[in-house]
């Protein structure tokens, strides 16, 4: 009996146009995997009905009735609507019948709402987002990425057990390196709440490497690199801009002429690879950590690829115990306190 | 009478074998301007011994017998190495001697030396660093970026002027926008000095453009990307980190069989164009803003053709008025509140 992931139909850029694909997709590469489809009965059903008799038990419809929007404020959207799609989701994963939810929704209301329906887990003061990215030497997982935008060095802290954690259950290393991104030695290193921070991870137990920087993020030094929700909000943001100048840049030159548009097609295959490697939709799925239940946020704008890697991160996290990793790292931090 | 720029020949990770081929060439570009080489005058002399004649008194050369290492703190800097190559270029700019200084060396000595020597224009209560970055428009310049961690609303605001000026001095717009770099509008929005760094921006008289997020650096959107020192920085850094990755696996994929291999000397001409635009070296040189004096800091890793670039931009702020516009500007400011 594999895992089971209730899935937020509705949300996202794309709604059910992507979510539906990806999540028949996923059972298909995942024979172990379960899928609760959550979301308007009526816009589901038709889409699942010529798969339905292939999955049998494994695919099953949870109706919800309502839908949360981009722009719904988080309060709204937990307060007033507590049949919508989202919600529905996460409590499948508060009544223990599902192992993990996924919504590609707004993720302010998805923070709000995880929040007040599973709770946070000992000791874990504020749930943190992470994400994964590339890396020279394979991946780095960053938190937080703008779930908390004022951290002390006790939230930092934690957000360095959530990460080790989470590289733990879904990469299987048992001691991954975590980093504190700070800047240069050149200038004044850092603000108090980093230095103070540096402190705890130093003596957390956990395997830290001490101060990193911007670069080290895609130069893999560490598994792990923590910092506040500003800070890893704007490194990500300014990344995807980056990356995407990078790619429009390359694809004016190459059709910069004649010439250059044949050129383009003799070279295709090594800009296609190139182009895998650096893909982001390979990277979709930002769990939402610290909560007593496996949630994750998938890009708004995903498509149905990049919504199936979401599902498939889910399915790692929920089939590698990451809950119980952090709350045992957790409690054996605040004993040798005590 | 052109412009005169004072160069710390000694510092950086190459020294003189950099900053002096790089004055020179610079002084053959830019016919009107004027050079004083400082550094060691055993050192220097036998580098421009071929040249002297030629550049006549446009090539002048200023003795300094210490020289502040990148490992020195900038207290030790600033106290202990009165006769520093960087030290004396930046008398040259306080004594009138020249008119702007360019150094590769330490930062963290550079900005204090700087602040020391030189002083802070009326108004502005913390000097920053910017930088200029390419975006799909054009270029967006960037501050602070790292000499400030813990900034308030106020100073944020200075650097929104201090920005505003550079470009409209250094690029010739009259009304450049400015934006304030916040995370996105899913999650709970910035913290509260960034919101009331809005308020004052948006009462400024700047032509503000509101609320960017990371991406909207390279993408274009403002002029002017305003935001704390620890921030900047690793949103600087990351971009840097992620551009060299992106270098790494193209070459990767072209390197990958003969086949490739002889696909990358046919797209040479393209590939070679593509990375022209988003060469870092052109966008070396960050200026140090809010001193009365202009102090621009290279990367310490720059090569000639990076230096260069950091004296012609140099010299294009100071001939510009950049020092006035911006006391101007904070005075009219500090009148509307008055």
New interface residues.
């Given amino acids: 009996m594999g895992v089971t992931i209730a899935i937020d139909c509705m949300g996202g850029d794309h709604g059910p146009s992507v979510t539906v694909p990806a999540a028949l997709s996923f059972l298909r590469s995942h024979p172990d995997a379960n899928a609760v489809l959550v979301g308007r009965e009526e816009v589901l059903r038709p889409l699942i009905a010529s798969e339905a008799a292939r999955f049998g038990d494994r695919l099953r419809l949870q109706p919800a009735s309502e839908v949360v929007t981009?722009e719904d404020p988080p309060a709204i959207a937990m307060r007033s609507k507590k049949d919508s799609s989202m919600r529905v989701a996460i409590d499948l994963v508060k009544d223990g019948r599902a192992d993990a939810a996924v919504s590609a929704g707004?993720?302010?209301a998805l923070?709000a709402i995880s929040r007040f329906v599973l709770k946070t887990l000992p000791g874990i003061d504020r749930p943190a987002i992470a994400t994964v990215l590339?890396?020279?030497k394979g991946h780095t997982y960053v938190l937080d990425l703008?779930?908390n935008?004022?951290c002390s060095a006790e939230h930092l802290l934690q957000f360095g057990v959530m990460g080790a954690m989470l590289v733990a259950a879904i990469e299987h290393k048992e001691r991954p390196s975590v980093g504190l991104?700070n800047?240069?030695e050149?200038?004044?290193k850092?603000?108090?709440v980093?230095k103070e921070a540096g402190e705890l991870l130093r003596n957390s137990g956990l395997n830290f490497y001490g101060n990193v920087?911007?670069?080290?993020?895609?130069?893999g030094t560490v598994d792990v690199v923590v910092?506040d929700?500003?800070?890893g909000?704007?490194?990500?943001?300014?990344?995807?801009?980056?990356?995407?100048?990078?790619g429009?840049?390359?694809k004016e030159?190459?059709k910069?002429s004649l010439l250059?548009r044949a050129?383009?097609v003799?070279?295709l295959p090594?800009?296609r690879?190139?182009k895998q490697?650096?893909d982001h939709r390979l990277y979709n799925g930002a769990p939402l950590l610290g909560l007593r239940g496996v949630v994750l946020k998938s890009h708004g704008s995903a498509d149905a690829l990049a919504f199936e890697n979401a599902l498939a991160r889910a399915a790692e996290a929920a089939s590698n115990r990451l809950l119980e990793r952090i709350s045992e790292r957790m409690a054996s931090m605040n004993e040798e306190k005590a």
Avoid at 237 to 242: A, D, I, V
């Fill in positions: 981009m707004n993720t302010g923070m590339p890396s020279q703008g779930a935008v004022d991104l800047i240069g050149e200038v004044i850092g603000n108090d980093v920087e911007g670069n080290d993020i895609f130069e910092c929700g500003f800070v909000n704007v490194a990500l943001k300014t990344s995807e801009g980056l990356a995407q100048m990078i429009v840049f390359l030159e190459f910069r250059t050129m383009a003799v070279v090594v800009l690879r190139f490697r650096v």
